[in-house]
């Protein structure tokens, strides 16, 4: 896995402060 498919992935279980968390795996994708 990438890098920055992983950190999609915790921001899935842990969204972030803004709750940007479907916006960062779509970007992931």
């Known amino acids: 896995k990438t ?3 992983m950190k ?3 921001n ?3 969204p972030n402060p ?3 968390v479907v ?5 992931a994708d």
């Open 12 to 14: 899935l279980m842990v």
């Open 3 to 5: 890098l920055l498919r």
């Open 18 to 20: 803004k709750g940007d």
């Open 23 to 27: 916006s960062v795996t779509a970007q």
């Open 8 to 10: 999609a992935e915790i």
